[in-house]
């Protein structure tokens, strides 16, 4: 609001103070507002106190005349010459306007009223006088409207008539049934078993039959693809049937071709968990039985017992050992004995391997369709997977197959004694579920992958290709702050790493918390446990007090207090991104939000005699405004509103976050659940693994199947998160803890504590081997290759760059990273990184 010398310059030229005053004004209005006022002087006092002092004009009174004065509109004229404001129907700007704005709607999803806000700044910044609020809403409606229209033509000419026709039947019911075949197909498999299966797996058929997959909509902005495809999935059959023609065949094309990648990825969902509980129950059962028959194992190893120490009795003579142990123990017992302990005793490390045998049937229930369905592929490392597949494929109907042709790459050490017998014959059975399990393996590090997946492609083709990373690579390395090539960073570790070392052993003896302790021949860091704090009483009685100070208040007026101070019920915006909103529809989405917050369904707020309250209206609510992305845009709103709170300031500048899981049990059928006797006992259940900052706010969340390891989704937390918060520094727990999670938190700027556990078997790194680190230098005796970074450092820096520019999920990378026992060679130089980090912070 402060004026320019230019501007004062401008100001001064004219004649009488409230020619003065009204000009600044004018100037300062059009600059905030993007427009001109009716009358001039329709501003706050405040504006005009500050205006006047700054213009050392003691006479504000006289303002009055200006408004009805003639000047005013000199003023303005004079205003739009001088500093180039134009009309908003002036040419070419408004076409540029309408181009730009019909582009926006056309590529992306935004709603209506954010097209609205998003115009407004647009206008204000390129000098372009506002029109009437009227004015500019039916603009951008009706730009909006024929974007909209054109993608609904061009998608509703994509399928053949036949096609077409196909897509129009979803809609119908068959007879003596309930529900359209869309409903149908839109359902997803809930039990984990060989006939969810087959289901699932006939029901991605059904889905391929339409015939609409092949239909290339890769032209089409795929943000517009996913959202019509969205919008069909939570509206009615009977409100699409309603829909005009072209809308409604694009809307249908649209969601069938969603709906392939998503019945893919739910067959393969299905697979996983369907092997994992099939070797989990048959590891119980070998376990149980191996328990039952310990009795057995332990009578023959007695007789077997008694017999050997007759062979270590030094009294007996060699001709006569034979004689006294078969005194002690008849032939007829040693052999039965023998033959026992070798049918009931176990290697070490056994996996109960060949109790899954006797689940063959079930297995050959699912498995031929499974081969014959879905069409997998993967990296070179995968390729024994690949051909085990393959040759699978091709016995597949065969009652009596040659196995010598199998592949046998793919057999493991474990599973090899099961596959092939003392007679070098190969046994199906086992190789079938040998494949299984490393089929299942190879899926979730992402090495195998599904053609037409979302959750199971390759995400390695999502990371930026050689000429994009050609194109950004100089613009990645400013951005992270890091060098092209590895040699002045490693500089830069080496002496950040020494420092800490040094730091840390000079103070090592006088810290009465840490000390270190020979285990096995070898240096081991241990760490006293903390003593539990006691409240003082001061802290007692503050939290008394403060207890007390706090109102009595219904949850729902919290809800509705806080909609008023933040506005957050305004980005549950409707499912179709209209810009209509009924009366009171706060109150309505408050009471859904109550509703589903405390599980209490819609039925307790229901209040008939309140239009905002009635049944009708809260289910209306409920179907078509709450939805994963209001629900991340409303908390957005909330925390970055609490940012503003001085005492929340206080606290914290957001810099600092923690991760942690929340567990909870899901009563119903879903294979989104998974069990863990420990949080769920013989229930299923989910992680909600939430992210706090340091301002005591929850910026963002994940639902996690089960309880899958932590280190995951962290990154997706701190780059996927839409607040205005942007945490540097991240707290876990060990769950939350890998030296890969390391090396990337380094390489993208953040800085990764975890609180973890057991620290004394943790190894510590050095990269001089002559540096010498008083306390810790035994202690220190692992050495990191530089060498392998140095290698792979322009593949870390394009790994990075793809997940600051968001091509790549950073959970789905993280997976094919953390690859279990055969992790790839830029895993284990991200992995060198981060050991090199761990200790340099």
Known sequence: MKCRKVDLKLIKERRGNHNRLGLALQLCTVRFLGTFLTDPTDVPKVIIDFLSKQLSIDDTESLSRYGTSETRWEHTALIKQRYEYVDFHAQPEHWKLVRWLYQKASLGTESQSMLFDLTTARLVERRILLPGVTVLARLVASVKDRAANRLWNVLSKLPSKKQASELEKLLLIPSNQRYSTLDRLSRSPTRVSSQSQVAAINRLEEIRAIGVGDIDLSKIPPARVKFLAR??????????????????????????????????????????????????????????????????????????????????????????????????????????ALKQVKSLARPSKDEMLDTILSRWRYVRIFLPSLLSKIEFSGMENAQPILEALEFLRSIEG?????????????????????????????????????????????LQRRDVFVVKSRSYTDPRAKLLSDEAWAIQRAAICRTLDLEPTFDKTLSILKSQLNEAYHRTASNFNDNAAARIEIKDGKEHLVLTGLDKLVDPPSLIALKRQVSEMLPRID?????????????????????????????????????????????????PLVRPEIPALTKGRLSWVQQNYIRSETLIRANARLVDTQTRIALAQIWGGGEVASADGLRFSVPVRTINAAPNSKYFGVGRGVTYYNFTSDQFTGFHGIVIPGTLRDSLFLLSGLLEQITSLRPIEIMTDTAGYSEVVFG????????????????????????????????????ARNKINTDLIAENWDDILRVAGSLKLGTVSATELMRSLQRGNQPSTLTKAIAELGRMYIKAF
Not at 562 to 580: A, Y
Not at 757 to 771: K, M, P, Q, S, Y
Request: glycine share 2%; with cysteine; aromatic share 8%.
């Open 231 to 336: 919008y069909a999935a939570a509206s009615r059959t009977h409100a699409i049937a309603r829909m005009p023609d072209a809308k409604r065949i694009a809307t249908l094309l649209t969601f069938i071709h969603e709906l392939e990648y998503t019945a893919t990825d739910d067959v393969i969902d299905l697979l996983d968990l369907l092997i994992k509980s099939l070797f989990a129950r048959s590891k119980r059962e070998g376990e149980s039985e191996r328990l039952r028959t310990l009795k057995d194992l332990d009578a023959a190893a007695l007789q077997l017992a008694e017999a050997v120490e007759v062979v270590l009795d030094d009294d007996f003579e060699d001709t006569s050992i034979r004689s006294e142990a078969f005194e002690r123990v008849s032939r007829e017992q040693l052999c039965q």
């Open 398 to 442: 065969k009652t009596k197959p040659d196995m010598s042709a199998a592949p046998l790459k793919v057999v493991t050490k474990s599973w090899l004694r099961l596959v092939v017998n003392s007679d070098g014959v190969i046994d199906r059975r086992a190789y079938t579920f040998c494949v299984l399990q490393c089929l299942r393996s190879a």
């Open 555 to 603: 949850l729902p007026e919290v809800l509705l207090e806080i909609d008023k101070r933040t506005g957050f019920t305004k980005e549950f915006t409707h499912l179709s991104q209209t810009s209509s909103r009924v009366k009171d529809l706060d109150i309505s989405i408050c009471a859904v939000l109550l509703a589903e917050a405390c599980n209490i369904g819609l039925e």
């Open 744 to 779: 990337l938190f380094w390489v993208l700027g953040y800085q990764f504590s975890p609180r973890i556990a057991d620290i004394g078997d943790t190894r510590f790194w050095r990269l001089d081997e002559e540096e010498i680190y008083g306390a810790l230098d035994k202690l």
